[in-house]
């Protein structure tokens, strides 16, 4: 039997994961004080609560060997077989720690680098567990998950350049300036990084910015997951979006599917961005 496990970057909260017949592995969260498992005892509805109340940025930590070593000596008692998908190596340690704990099981266990993050890690998961239903094997699975993994399109349109200045990602002059001109930052993943690749002036600008640079990347590849993410305590900016980039869906599907950031990719985008990820055509 093959299992697959997931760290919560992916954005899955533990019920999902088990509708999804996943195994999850939490990120920690540290708010002051205060230590939560992301996803697991601390929901995404939760994690922007207390972002929005609290004057400094949540910690969060990277999962290490021990924890993996855990959860892979579960996974594969049994004698099965075990396909993990992190985070961006380019993000975190948490592959490296992944690879060093998998090797203490005579290749029983694989371990997949998404090259992302948030909801393009998941659609990648979510492919997995297509794979998996469609009776590939390991050797099968993991073979398409690197070679898909690289036609990934994650695009996000921030509201506020606050969060990246609190993180040390951007000046505070250069935030400050930003909010006074209504500035709305495009950010993408590439080749496992975080990078601007655009701007534009208020939300209407931004979502025709995030339509253009969706068609850049040759559109949608429909076959496969595609999915939206949200962040904050509302999705109305989800619903604005949706209605503004009907075209690139009306045709193709009769839904969008579409899920609350998690605290991993929250922590640096702060609440009402929006974002889509979906395999390249």
Known sequence: MIKILVDSASDLELA????LGVTLIPMQVRFGNEEFLDGINLTHKEFFEKLIESDELPQTSQINEFRFEENFKKLTENGDEVIAITISSKLSGTYSCAVKAAKKFGGKVRV??????SIGERVLLQY??????????VDEIVKELEQSKHKIQVLALLDTLTYLRKGGRISAAAAVAGGILSIKPVVSVIKGEVKLVGKAIGS???NNLLNQLVEKCGGIDFEKPYTLGYSGLSDDYLKK????????????TDSVPSYLIGSTIGTHVGPNAIAVAFFAK
């Open 112 to 117: 997949v680098d998404s090259l992302n993050a």
């Open 241 to 252: 979006y949706l209605h503004d980039s009907e075209k690139l869906w009306k045709n193709s």
């Open 16 to 19: 999902e994961a088990e509708k």
């Open 128 to 137: 997995a567990v297509r794979l998996l239903k469609d009776g590939l094997s």
């Open 204 to 206: 209407k600008k931004g």
